[in-house]
């Protein structure tokens, strides 16, 4: 990339900030507490008197919701699919599907029959979707099993544990973000129906 095109595309990353800001509502002071950048920083961004760097980029995109290459104006490839990485985690196939480096994130996971269920917890809020196989779902005291179509959400701060409910493994889509981030869709329990 010549000189000119990079002065010119780093001098575009402040408008850019700016109309993102505007878009969302979000006064310097608001976008101030979100990223932990200063007002000052902020403010010299968006008039193009500070050159942005990954470091301060980073919790931009963050904030807006929108990745990187919208900050800077990466030109559209024109393909709107979301090429998929599968990464192994804890044994499971975990397939990111989100794009944006965001505080909510959706993943895919295959997970095989694993050991004796070993509850956890940590902060944030997640939301479970079972597409194929049955979920064993222990969250508190209660020991669930879901089947394909059905959702459970809860607080992470609950002690919980999920895998297979069976000797096969689970397919499941995942919405994992912080508190305060809650998927607004609840979860309700099936009705029992008395047989007999």
Do not use: C, N
């Not at 004796?116 to 944030?124: M, S």
């Not at 889509?173 to 998927?183: D, I, N, R, T, V």
């Amino acid at each position: 990339m010549e000189d000119d095109d990079l002065d010119t595309t780093l001098f575009d990353i402040g408008p850019r900030l700016r109309a993102l800001r505007h878009r969302h509502g979000m006064t310097l002071t608001a976008l101030s507490e979100v990223t932990g950048l200063s007002i000052y920083v902020l403010s010299r961004l968006e008039s193009g008197k500070r050159r942005p760097t990954l470091e301060l980029l980073i919790p931009l995109a963050r904030a807006h919701r929108v990745a990187l290459d919208e900050l800077v104006g990466a030109p559209s490839t024109g393909d709107p699919r979301v090429h998929l990485t599968p990464q192994r985690r804890f044994g499971s196939i975990v397939v990111p599907l989100t794009r944006y480096p965001g505080p909510l994130q959706a993943y895919k996971q295959l997970i095989p029959p694993r050991g004796a269920p070993e509850l956890v917890t940590h902060p944030g809020y997640e939301w479970l979707y079972v597409l194929a196989g049955e979920l064993r779902l222990i969250l508190g005291e209660h020991d669930l099993v879901m089947r394909s179509g059905e959702v459970a959400e809860f607080d992470t701060h609950t002690p919980h544990w999920f895998g297979p409910a069976d000797g096969h493994p689970v397919e499941i889509l995942s919405l994992f973000g912080p508190q305060g981030e809650k998927a607004h869709i609840r979860a309700r329990p099936a009705v029992r129906r008395k047989s007999g």
